[in-house]
């Protein structure tokens, strides 16, 4: 299996502009997670999905940023418009998950994203 | 509100030593305890976990302790190995699929 892939590996763009952020769970998971990495607050969980619906979107930082899941084999995270407070590492994951079964991540490599 | 806290930022060991991370949570409603290591560009990966109704899980080299009535958990890694060196979070479940992560610990094996 190829794991989660993330594309792009980096984004650098300015300020104000739409940024798009994309990922491949592993196939036949049934959750998926956006993260993102910051120093001060580490992996910050912004959504997740579970069967392609989302079930929480409380840690979305504000109305700019959205996220879909149109089917179980993709997501995007879209910023619009972007600002330099956005820079950081956005992480995707995904799971299969159980109820009340101890749940582990498999994560992507993640999107450098820059906004100048 | 962090409810999985890292107080130490980083965390400097000589190769063959221990090194012992910690952690601390506040809600007591999480009831699986995980630890991911994550390396430069890479995206973190699984270590080892721990079920709230154990106190010690041991993988090779890795052990993890949890103390319930602290809410506190550390990784024990003995002996410490030069590739060790990576940021290492502390994660916990227990409402539903997602994890709630700590903001990690640099960790440095110096040869």
């Known amino acids: 299996d190829a794991g989660v892939i993330q594309s792009p590996r980096h984004e650098v763009t300015e300020m104000g502009q739409e940024v798009t952020l994309r990922c491949k769970p592993i196939s036949g998971h049934n959750s998926l997670f956006w993260y993102r990495q910051t120093m001060m607050r580490g992996l910050e969980l912004l959504i997740y999905?579970?069967?392609?619906?989302?079930?929480?979107d409380s840690g979305m930082p504000e109305d700019r940023f959205s996220a879909k899941m149109p089917n179980a084999s993709f997501s995007t995270l879209k910023i619009q418009p972007s600002e330099p407070r956005d820079s950081a590492v956005y992480f995707c994951a995904s799971s299969l998950y159980f109820s009340s079964a101890m749940q582990k991540l498999f994560f992507g490599s993640g999107t450098q994203l820059s906004v100048l | 509100d962090q409810q999985v806290k890292q107080n130490s930022p980083s965390l400097s060991v000589q190769e063959g030593r221990i090194s012992i991370l910690n952690c601390d949570y506040t809600n007591s409603m999480f009831d699986y305890f995980l630890w991911y290591k994550k390396y430069p560009a890479e995206g973190p990966t699984f270590l080892i976990s721990?079920?709230?109704?154990?106190d010690k899980n041991e993988d090779g080299r890795f052990t993890v302790f949890l103390n319930k009535s602290a809410k506190h958990l550390s990784l024990h890694i003995v002996p410490s190995q030069p590739g060790d060196s990576a940021v290492y979070f502390c994660a916990a479940s227990g409402d539903g699929p997602r994890l709630t992560f700590g903001e990690g610990t640099q960790l440095t094996v110096n040869p």
């Open positions: 999905f579970n069967n392609n619906v989302p079930i929480d």
């Open positions: 721990i079920s709230s109704i154990k």
